[in-house]
């Protein structure tokens, strides 16, 4: 897969081949060559700005995209635990880690994940739309890029975080209903309501 490193350097190779033919013309030439240079020089140049770079946008994309899977990898490992009919799993999310499943647990690194699940799920659904958009610049997609980064390895450390918190927690660990009703309600509408936009899009 060609990344964007090497795009840029095609268009610096390009750059310094230009820059070293119109040196070769002007020496060939004489006056009328530094006339020619100048213009094949602006030509270049005029070229790089106004045409975005295709082969580097489409390596940006590929990029995005990986980190995007890498993400998806995540939310797919958590929704095995929550619903697989795998003994293994079932055992893990019963007697090993129940604390897990409570979206209103009270600990704040089992609380981090869900939150950032829950953003994962909206980052996710907006960079599709994003990614995908015909006039998008360059430089936009390596800001998506660093993003998509940065969002699916706090996902991955927030994960592996909350499930050695729910480990030590372990198997007599019990929701606070009263408590947390309030919460786990808006959770759940904040859910249903992102499905809905899910669907609709």
């Not at 002007?26 to 295709?54: C, E, S």
């Not at 995540?74 to 697989?84: D, I, P």
């Not at 998509?148 to 606070?176: I, M, V």
Request: some cysteine; charged content about 30%.
């Amino acid at each position: 897969m060609p990344s964007p490193e090497n795009a840029r350097n095609r268009r610096v190779l390009v750059l310094v081949l230009i820059l070293l033919g119109s040196v070769a013309v002007v020496a060939t030439l004489k006056i009328p060559g530094v006339f020619i240079a100048a213009l094949l020089i602006a030509a270049a140049l005029l070229m790089l700005h106004t045409r975005p770079d295709a082969s580097e946008q489409a390596a940006l994309r590929s990029s995005i995209r990986l980190s995007a899977e890498d993400i998806e990898d995540v939310m797919a490992e958590y929704e095995e635990f929550q619903s697989s009919e795998a003994a293994e799993k079932i055992a893990d999310r019963t007697l090993y880690r129940p604390a897990l499943l409570d979206l209103d647990c009270s600990d704040p690194t089992i609380e981090a994940f869900h939150y950032e699940i829950s953003g994962a799920r909206r980052f996710l659904r907006r960079l599709n739309l994003r990614v995908c958009a015909e006039k998008i610049s360059t430089n936009e997609l390596e800001s998506l890029l660093k993003v998509t980064d940065e969002r699916a390895r706090e996902l991955k450390e927030t994960w592996l975080s909350a499930r050695r918190a729910a480990f030590t927690l372990g198997p007599k660990y019990e929701k606070n209903e009263v408590k947390n009703r309030a919460l786990r309600r808006q959770a759940l509408e904040e859910q249903a309501f992102e499905e809905g936009e899910g669907r609709s899009a």
